[in-house]
Nanobody, 122 residues
Framework: QVRLVESGGGSVQAGGSLRLTCAASERTPSAWTKAWFRQAPGKDREFVAV????????HYADSVKGRFTISRDKTRNKLYLQMNSLKPEDTAIYYC???????????????WGQGTQVTVSS
């Protein structure tokens, strides 16, 4: 089965940093697009960042541009999200997802991790 497991979440003060990791199982094709989404309490799941192997570049939500960086380790099939200058509004459960094609829509992804909590205090 395709399995995705997030880790690295935690509680930090505003302005701090965290690095999230998404570990993909061997059944997850390395050529698939992988992305990060987040969901805050009472809100819909929203796009954060995406890394498409064939695209050659990453795409970010406007709210995180200049602060977050998505990257991957091809040999270990891992995805990362480096989050700097964190704000209280970044507080959410962060999920990684995988799909055959690149997309910023959560509905286009069939495989998801369990999520990791990120809490940013003011």
């Amino acid at each position: 089965q395709v399995r995705l497991v997030e880790s690295g979440g935690g509680s930090v003060q505003a302005g701090g940093s965290l690095r999230l990791t998404c570990a993909a199982s061997e059944r997850t094709p390395s050529a698939w697009t992988k992305a990060w989404f987040r969901q805050a309490p009472g809100k819909d799941r929203e796009f954060v960042a995406v890394m498409a192997p064939s695209a050659g570049s990453a795409h970010y939500a406007d709210s995180v541009k200049g602060r977050f960086t998505i990257s991957r380790d091809k040999t270990r099939n891992k995805l990362y999200l480096q989050m700097n200058s964190l704000k209280p509004e970044d507080t959410a459960i962060y999920y990684c997802a995988a799909a055959p094609r690149s997309s910023t829509k959560s509905g286009d992804y069939s495989y998801w991790g369990q999520g990791t909590q990120v809490t940013v205090s003011s």
